[in-house]
T-cell receptor, first 114, second 113 residues
Framework: DQQVKQNSPSLSVQEGRISILNCDYT??????FLWYKKYPAEGPTFLIS?????DKNEDGRFTVFLNKSAKHLSLHIVPSQPGDSAVYFC?????????????FGKGTHLIIQP | DTGVSQNPRHKITKRGQNVTFRCDPI?????LYWYRQTLGQGPEFLTY????????KSRLLSDRFSAERPKGSFSTLEIQRTEQGDSAMYLC???????????FGQGTRLTVV
């Protein structure tokens, strides 16, 4: 049973526009959420995170929104650039002291079109 | 220190052979994780070390898998009697504290033929 779900396998956005990537989770014990970006043949690279005590975190072009009641988070990228084309993973951490690692979604392949 | 280092980057092995992968975490990070990623999936947690102690193992880690982290520095992941289903990207990550970003290595791509 997938505890972190990314329901869009791919997303195509024009350069300069906003990219919105969505993520849903089912486990209410998750209290920390992260977004990772992955290029082919490389390991995931950390982008941005948010604690469950916040509803928004911003870092440059990247903003993550958390809606705890809906168990939903989203990543906004504004403006989208060609180098943003990659697979984006949503990940969640539980309150178990870190021993259970991160639970990842299946990823969304973002394609930025010129 | 330039980040988490994994070796080898690629490994092709025949079914039934044993393989060993190495991970060198960022030096001041005491937490080390192994993950496995197959095509179309996100990384899946395998095991966790805090310093030299292996504190958690996923049910994905069958008896053929063993991991060590002697002296709390580098870690090794060994797979015995490899099967075709073991073909995957094996990722190592390290972090200094709970609920901070985990830094991933570039992974070891295992192909079992």
């Amino acid at each position: 049973d997938q505890q972190v779900k990314q329901n869009s396998p791919s997303l195509s956005v024009q350069e300069g526009r906003i990219s919105i990537l969505n993520c849903d989770y089912t486990n209410s014990m998750f209290d920390y959420f992260l977004w990772y970006k992955k290029y082919p043949a490389e390991g995931p690279t950390f982008l941005i995170s948010i604690s469950s005590i916040k509803d928004k975190n911003e870092d440059g072009r990247f903003t993550v929104f958390l809606n705890k009641s809906a168990k939903h988070l989203s990543l906004h990228i504004v403006p989208s650039q060609p180098g943003d084309s990659a697979v984006y993973f949503c990940a969640a951490a539980g309150s178990g002291g870190g021993a259970d690692g991160l639970t990842f979604g299946k990823g969304t392949h973002l394609i930025i079109q010129p | 220190d330039t980040g988490v280092s994994q070796n080898p980057r690629h490994k092709i092995t025949k079914r039934g052979q044993n393989v060993t992968f190495r991970c060198d975490p960022i030096s001041e990070h005491n937490r080390l994780y192994w993950y496995r990623q197959t095509l179309g999936q996100g990384p899946e947690f395998l095991t966790y070390f805090q310093n030299e102690a292996q504190l958690e193992k996923s049910r994905l880690l069958s008896d053929r898998f063993s991991a060590e982290r002697p002296k709390g520095s580098f870690s090794t992941l060994e797979i015995q009697r490899t099967e075709q289903g073991d073909s995957a990207m094996y990722l190592c990550a390290s972090t200094p504290y709970r609920n901070t970003e985990a830094f991933f290595g570039q992974g070891t791509r295992l192909t079992v033929v």
